[in-house]
């Protein structure tokens, strides 16, 4: 597949930055410097420093220059988006994709998961058991559901897992019921006890039991 110029430009300065270890908060070089060292033109520089500006790597401020950013999920997850809505899917793809990849997930934080990490699991647990009106539980079940991601120690499956999230952000889920909320929280703690426990298999069926009840 033929890339294009501002793709690759994009391409290379994103190298540069790893090449130079640059972190969030430092400066690129000047369009000139850049320009010559990447061996492209102006015009491909200009359009690739406008992509990662566009995917949040990079932002551009008045006499400041450019200076590299944090890379923030919300962002990658745009252009996801864009290309699932361009290929089709239904609700349920993006459920069982979900199902499929945190029960994994929920399997590896029981064998990996360390002190820290169940504590950070129980936190988000008690924070979600303590909401006491429906609108405000999404936050808490998302760090429940990051903190069991994160205790995997794979950066890979965190990524990916907050990448299926964010495609299920703003869908109605719940059919937001108090019933559905105990019966959910429930079953948050079973998981929890699973992987207290080290029980992989356990915390693989349970987490798949808990996404796919939706469907």
Not at 39 to 65: C, D, M
């Amino acid at each position: 597949m033929i890339k294009s110029p501002a793709s690759e430009a994009a391409r290379r300065i994103r190298q540069f930055i790893l090449n130079h270890r640059l972190e969030p908060g430092d400066h690129l070089p000047t369009h000139d410097v850049l320009s010559q060292h990447l061996e492209i033109g102006r015009l491909p520089l200009r359009e690739g420093l406008s992509i990662l500006r566009h995917q949040g790597l990079i932002k551009t401020r008045n006499k400041a220059g450019t200076i590299v950013c944090k890379p923030n999920i919300k962002n990658l997850g745009e252009p996801i988006s864009w290309h699932l809505d361009g290929v089709g899917y239904e609700f349920e793809d993006l459920v069982l994709a979900r199902a499929c990849l945190e029960s994994g997930a929920a399997a590896e934080a029981a064998e990996r998961r360390t002190a820290r990490d169940l504590l950070k699991i129980l936190d988000a647990l008690e924070r979600l058991e303590a909401c006491t009106s429906l609108p405000n539980d999404l936050p808490e079940e998302e760090s429940f559901h990051l903190a069991i991601l994160e205790a995997t120690h794979n950066p890979v499956i965190t990524t990916f897992g907050q990448l299926i999230q964010l495609q299920i952000q703003g869908v109605d889920l719940a059919k937001g019921t108090f019933k559905r909320h105990e019966e959910s929280n429930k079953e948050h703690r079973a998981i929890y006890k699973a992987i207290d426990r080290k029980d992989r298999e356990a915390a693989r069926s349970l987490m798949y039991s808990h996404i796919t009840v939706q469907l």
